[in-house]
């Protein structure tokens, strides 16, 4: 029989202290990693919940997610995360290409871990239901017992060999036979007390119940960025009007899709690629902290950094009012932070920002403080609310500074060149600015666009050659009657500065809202209303999708 797989990542909340409880088992009871408390989980609701994520198979593409709430007078509100995608291992995240209930265990090829496969659970009477696939198996052995203790097997006395029974009540076992005191270590440690992390499991769909849908499409783009194998990852809103994270070809096929916290009033969801293949997601508005995903599957991996504590020494990795934000190619991040640079390493710790104490790297002080001296910058105090940002500020080195932090961008290119963008310098007629600094913080080239009026939207690429490609949204008139958008390539030294692509009118409203530069030079441009085209490193069209040819026809 064929089936369709679906990801399942699944929560509810412990009635008795209201902490987050994890659902990684089709299982009628777990406990609460909290205080212990009991959670019921009936195969009524259980059937409701695999029911909607049936209905809801039939209507999204292969790779997209949507969300899903049930509510249970017993149980509370259950939240699902679901995702049509294939299985993987959740060690190696190896593609698991066959999946059949009746095997009761698969073994990844890969790695070579043991993965649960069962049938459907007894008093679940959903018809579509065809397996479920690497449930966590501790839930699976807790939903048998009384309580949550399990007893392992039976482990070895460090002192003298003695067999012990251990039931996880405690890390320190004492030996009946020697009187000596064992420690646990920690893999034993954790199978007694398994995770409360939410893990994604797995339930296969009869393939007649779920239709590969062919042609995807997207509410809007936040932001994009070019990754390997000709992929665009893309931070936006998907059809079901949720946040998501999502990886496609530049013909809008769609690979996967993660959903990313709900509980976000503004959008700004900003997204860079690291160097071992992962992806940064932050909200440019609300968060102090980071998050890690699996650019391969999409899966979360953890949280970086967070609020900074008042009495930190040094930088700490704090993402709030963060306007801009680039990845080095050794792993380290570059922050925009309130008009100052600051540079963290891969696990968020502050570091030089040219790479040794000097005139403009030599202070490395905690980017917050308490606010006590009216003397201090009135914008940054705004901005940190009571709080002044100490380190880089632009204007030490170029005078690619603005007076407004949104208009500001940073890029840094393969070889670790930091370029800065400005489209609204304090003399505004002189129009967008570009600055190119080296690794050790010495300036490259100065470039001025010669702008109408402050531009609204700024991005920076690059290339592997060194080319720097930058979008821009200007106005013609003060009025902003009138949009012109570019796209602008300038050579690696600086010297050559060419308008490659050009929009008019209000076309650059619906065609150019974010793009993407690959290694090779090809430039991709994400619209409105799913307008996505494809140009060549002269700004040469090669190919556009159906939204952005209709869009095309109504204008000409």
């Known amino acids: 029989m064929k089936t369709i797989n679906i990801q399942l990542e699944i929560t509810t909340r412990c009635k008795t202290c209201g902490d987050a409880v994890a659902l990684n088992a089709a299982v009628n009871k777990v406990w609460c990693p909290k205080c212990n408390g009991q959670v019921a989980i009936s195969s009524k609701l259980w059937t409701l919940l695999f029911n909607e994520v049936a209905e809801t198979a039939k209507n999204i593409h292969l790779g997209e997610a949507r969300r899903i709430s049930v509510n249970d007078n017993k149980t509370g509100t259950v939240r699902l995360v679901m995702r049509k995608?294939?299985?993987?291992?959740?060690?190696c995240k190896e593609i698991i290409s066959s999946i059949l209930a009746d095997n009761n265990k698969i073994v990844c090829k890969n790695c070579n871990t043991s993965l649960t496969v069962r049938n459907k659970s007894d008093g679940i009477s959903s018809k579509q239901l065809a397996y479920f696939f690497s449930e966590d198996k501790y839930q699976l052995e807790e939903a048998k017992q009384k309580s949550n203790i399990q007893k392992t097997e039976e482990i070895d006395c460090n002192n003298c060999g003695g067999s012990l029974d251990v039931d996880g009540s405690a890390r320190l076992?004492?030996?009946p036979y020697c009187q000596s005191k064992n420690m646990l270590s920690d893999q034993v440690w954790h199978r007694l007390h398994p995770s409360a992390k939410v893990r994604i499991w797995n339930i296969g769909l009869k393939s007649e119940t779920a239709k590969d849908i062919k042609v995807w499409t997207f509410n809007s783009v936040e932001d994009v960025c070019y990754g390997k194998e000709n992929t665009l990852y893309c931070t936006g809103k998907n059809e079901g009007d949720d946040f998501a994270l999502w990886a496609m070809t530049p013909k809008a096929e769609l690979k996967w899709m993660t959903l990313l916290p709900d509980n976000s009033t503004w959008g700004e969801y900003k997204i860079a690629l690291l160097p071992n293949n992962q992806l940064l997601v932050w909200n440019k508005a609300e968060t102090h902290h980071a998050c890690i995903y699996d650019a391969k599957t999409g899966e979360f991996i953890k949280k970086i950094g967070g609020l900074?504590?008042?009495?930190?020494?040094?930088?700490?990795?704090?993402?709030?009012?963060?306007?801009?934000?680039?990845?080095?190619?050794?792993?380290?991040?570059i922050c925009l932070i309130a008009l100052r640079i600051l540079r963290y390493s891969k696990d968020g710790e502050g570091i030089y920002t040219w790479g040794k104490p000097s005139f403009f790297g030599k202070k490395l002080k905690a980017l917050y403080k308490n606010r006590k001296d009216k003397k201090k910058d009135i914008s940054t105090d705004f901005l940190r609310k009571g709080r002044w940002a100490y380190a880089h500020k632009i204007k030490n080195r170029s005078l690619t500074y603005s007076i407004i932090p949104g208009e500001c961008s940073v890029h840094i290119g393969n070889d670790s060149s930091l370029y800065i963008l400005n489209s609204m310098p304090f003399n505004i007629k002189r129009g967008g600015l570009l600055a190119k600094f080296n690794r050790k913080g010495k300036i490259i080239y100065k470039v001025d666009f010669g702008a109408y009026d402050p531009v609204n939207q700024i991005n920076i690429r690059t290339d592997e050659q060194g080319f720097a490609y930058i979008l821009l949204n200007d106005s013609k008139t003060s009025q902003h009657f009138e949009e012109n958008g570019r796209i602008i390539r300038v050579s690696p030294d600086g010297k050559e500065v060419k308008v490659i692509v050009e929009g008019s009118n209000s076309q650059i409203s619906a065609m150019f809202q974010k793009f993407a530069v690959s290694e090779d030079g090809n430039i991709y441009t994400i619209g409105i209303d799913d307008q996505?085209?494809?140009?060549?490193?002269?700004?040469?069209?090669?190919?556009?999708?159906?939204?952005?040819?209709e869009f095309d026809n109504e204008r000409n």
């Open 532 to 549: 996505i085209r494809h140009y060549d490193r002269n700004g040469e069209q090669i190919w556009r999708s159906k939204s952005a040819q």
């Open 85 to 91: 995608n294939s299985a993987f291992c959740p060690e």
């Open 308 to 333: 900074e504590p008042l009495n930190a020494k040094k930088h700490h990795f704090d993402l709030y009012h963060c306007n801009s934000l680039a990845t080095d190619p050794d792993g380290t991040i």
């Open 173 to 175: 076992v004492d030996c």
